[in-house]
Structure formats: C-alpha cells, structure tokens
C-alpha cells in the first residue's frame, strides 16, 4: 500500500519594492516548481501586504503568501535553491504539516471592532 504525499506549507515573504510583474513571475515559477516536481499546490492564499515584526535588509513589510502543497521530499530541496536565489524574496519558510494540524488562518484581516474591543467583552480575566 502506498502511503499519501507529504503535505508542506510555504511561507513566503516577497519585497513589496519588487515589481508586480516579478512578483508574480516567483509565484508563477514556484507553482510550476512544484507541478514539475511531481507536486500538487493545494491552496494558495494570498495574505497581503503586511507590516514584518523587524525590519529585515531596510524593509518594514512584505507581500505575504501561503502555499500548501503535497509533494516528494526531493522537491524541497529544488524549492528551497529557486527561492535562495529569487531576487524580490525577502523570507521563505518550508514546514511538514503533521497529520492533526489545524487548518491555516484565514488570510482575511480581523475586523477593527473586534481587533479594537476590550478583552472583558470576551471573558478574558474572569
């Protein structure tokens, strides 16, 4: 019995200083990395541009986008060169999702009423 493909989560931080264009040429090419690599891209959730925790090479946010896929290990390591050399990527993170894992967040941002209401509405601190 063959057992089912690894499913992996690809965070990945792109400059916003990068032309659209070369934007979404790395996500176009690490689709077809994948496609090519005997893998299947699952979901892709495009999270927005978003202020980073520090600032890294003189940048304060990032293009974030998360991809989802199932493929061999092999294709890791393919990935991981294209996006070591991609001019426009700032960050990149591969992980293995284990089995049981939650689904990822949603990419939609929180509502200001929520983000903005004080944490006794919720019950916190009781």
Do not use: C
Request: aromatic share 6%; no cysteine; proline share 10%.
């Amino acid at each position: 019995m063959t057992k089912p493909p690894l499913i992996y989560d690809l965070m990945l931080m792109l400059s916003t200083s990068a032309e659209e264009e070369q934007r979404a040429k790395i996500l176009a090419d690490v689709e077809a990395a994948i496609a090519d690599g005997g893998g299947k891209v699952e979901r892709n959730d495009d999270w927005g541009t978003r202020p980073m925790a520090y600032e890294i090479g003189h940048k304060t946010d990032a293009e974030y986008h998360l991809l989802q896929f199932a493929g061999p290990t092999a294709l890791l390591e393919t990935l991981s060169h294209y996006l070591h050399i991609a001019d426009g990527v700032i960050r990149f993170r591969i992980i293995k999702v284990l089995p049981g894992t939650p689904p990822p967040p949603d990419p939609r941002p929180v509502p200001a009423t929520v983000a903005a209401a004080p944490a006794a509405e919720y019950g916190a601190g009781a």
